[in-house]
T-cell receptor, first 111, second 113 residues
């Protein structure tokens, strides 16, 4: 079975803090993604990566950056957290010929 | 602009009856469509997909119908079971093996005993 693991399930951070969300997949997938889920808005793509050290902006990249130094690991970085970044963050991975598999999500609250 | 729309935020169905979830899209380049199911505090899980060369795909109790001319797809669940209560997301991409999926807003399905 594909496993996408998000290291932190629940976080509370203060406004202005730097926040790291880590994600690891164990299926040697080329593609990795970060989405956020908000009520009434569905899942929106923040960034994705199709190879090590490669990244592309999704639909809502503002306020976020990403890092992919190893194939299995994709990190989402909030340089200076703001209250409007309170959300559920979902990491996902896929191969080029398969569907996307999601992690269990990280609930971030910025106070 | 919302390229994939699920216009019903919620749906309530009696156990044993048919559940029909609807999804509309605007991008004519979309070629591959998926449905995901999500329980609270969990990540979405893949349910069923359909390529634009088909108009129907069936997997057990789940059937997805695609009407390309109307840019509309629907998910039918028959018979509905209490464990089907979840949020369902419709998603679309321009190619299979999607590098980018565009999701709808989700529909919360509640199955009543």
């Amino acid at each position: 079975d594909v496993k996408v693991t998000q290291s932190s399930r629940y976080l509370v951070k203060r406004t202005g803090e730097k926040v790291f969300l880590e994600c690891v997949q164990d299926m040697d997938h080329e593609n990795m993604f970060w989405y956020r889920q908000d009520p009434g808005l569905g899942l929106r793509l923040i960034y994705f990566s199709y190879d090590v050290k490669m990244k592309e902006k999704g639909d809502i990249p503002e306020g976020y950056s990403v890092s992919r130094e190893k194939k299995e690991r994709f990190s989402l970085i909030l340089e200076s957290a703001s209250t409007n970044q309170t959300s559920m963050y979902l990491c996902a991975s896929s191969s080029s010929s398969d569907t996307i598999y999601f992690g269990e999500g990280s609930w971030l609250t910025v106070v | 602009d919302q390229q994939v729309k699920q216009n019903s935020p919620s749906l309530s169905v009696q156990e044993g009856r048919i559940s029909i979830l609807n999804c509309d899209y605007t991008n004519s380049m979309f070629d591959y469509f998926l449905w995901y199911k999500k329980y609270p505090a969990e990540g979405p899980t893949f349910l069923i997909s359909i390529s634009s060369i088909k108009d129907k795909n069936e997997d057990g109790r789940f059937t997805v119908f695609l009407n390309k001319s109307a840019k509309h797809l629907s998910l039918h669940i028959v018979p509905s079971q209490p464990g089907d209560s979840a949020v369902y997301f419709c998603a679309a991409s321009e190619i299979q093996g999607a590098q980018k999926l565009v999701f709808g807003q989700g529909t919360r399905l509640t199955i009543n005993p």
